[in-house]
C-alpha cells in the first residue's frame, strides 16, 4: 500500500539511520485525528484540539511514528520500526526522531489546510 510513497533518510550520531516515508496517508491521518478528538475538545473557532492531557499527545506521536517510519537502520542491518528501538535512544537523539516525525505530520496537514483555501 504505501510502496509508492517517497521516502527520506535521517542518519543519527549513533550511525542508525531512519528511513522514513515523505508524507502520512489520509487513513493514517484520520486515525490520529480520531485519537485526539476521543480525548479532547474540538475548537470550531480556531480549528484546534484543546483540553488534551499529556500523555494522550505522546500517545499520538508515538503511533505517528509507527506510521511515517519506513524502516530503521541499525549497524547497517535494516530492521522494522519499533518503539522498544525509539524508547531506548539517548533524549537527543530520539527528540530529533520526534521533530521529523511532527514535522511529516504537520506537513501532511498544512497541505490538506492549502487546499481548501
Known amino acids: 500500500m504505501k510502496e509508492n510513497i517517497p521516502t527520506h533518510e535521517l542518519k543519527l550520531e549513533n550511525g542508525d539511520v531512519i528511513i522514513f516515508y515523505d508524507f502520512i496517508t489520509t487513513g493514517e491521518s484520520r486515525e490520529l485525528q480520531k485519537m485526539l478528538l476521543e480525548h479532547g475538545k474540538f475548537n470550531s473557532q480556531t ?15 508515538d503511533k505517528a511514528a ?3 517510519t519506513k524502516e530503521v537502520k541499525v549497524k547497517d542491518v535494516s530492521q522494522a520500526f ?6 531506548g535512544l539517548p533524549v537527543d537523539m530520539g527528540n ?10 504537520q506537513v501532511s496537514q498544512l497541505t490538506q489546510d ?3 483555501d
Open 66 to 68: 509507527s506510521f511515517v
Open 114 to 116: 492549502k487546499k481548501k
Open 96 to 105: 530529533k526522531v520526534y521533530d521529523e516525525v511532527n514535522r511529516i505530520t
Open 82 to 87: 519499533s518503539q522498544e528501538w525509539l524508547n
Open 47 to 61: 480549528g484546534q484540539i484543546e483540553d488534551l492531557a499529556l500523555n494522550v499527545f505522546l500517545e499520538s506521536q
